[in-house]
């Protein structure tokens, strides 16, 4: 997450943005990815998606684009971040009818929004303000994703994660945790090269001599 937080903060975005990722799915690194992106704007800003890669379910990767998405619609919609939070959940297009509520109260904004995008607002505006006073509520500060430290070789099209692993000394699940745009546990193919994390330390197990 520590990285995810860089982002935003290298792109000039709030960093409390990254809750954002936690109101569109907690994080998961599962079908859409953190941010959900839709196919069209994850290529649109930049992500692989075919049927080997989906870059929308890297953390560091779909968190670039989403915040050069939220740059765009920062842009479009003025000074409120909520109404950049608005188009984030009803595009582009759909915003406009909302723009005249800009200088609107909270209360009122959230009556004439829909109902997935009130959902949204509310469960980031949650996650943002528990974060934000961790303390209060009796919690300890801690990263919502824990992450390893890795390091990133290139690996040729079509290599599978079982020829990394080996080269590497380390394991095919760990590979697929470290890599999880990666979901057919392969380099695609049509790939001249492709950056692979591996974990930062080799397995001490498999550095131990072995009998001759």
Known sequence: MAEMVSVMRDRGLP??????????????????????????????????VNSWVDERRDPIKSTRAAADYLTTLHEQTGPDWRMTLVAWNNGEAGVDRYMPLCDASYDRLMKRLPHRTRSLLNRFMAVALVARQHEEFGLQSASIIA???????????????RAIAEQERTNVKTLGRLNPALFRQRVPPGATAYPVRVPLERSADQLLPTDS
């Not at 992450?147 to 994660?161: C, D, E, N």
């Open 15 to 48: 960093t409390e943005l990254i809750y954002l990722s936690f109101a569109e799915s907690e994080f998961s690194y599962a079908g859409a990815g953190p941010w959900q992106l839709s196919r069209d704007t994850a290529r649109r800003y930049g992500l692989r």
């Open 147 to 161: 992450t390893s430290p890795y390091r990133t070789v290139v690996a040729p099209g079509g290599t599978s994660f």
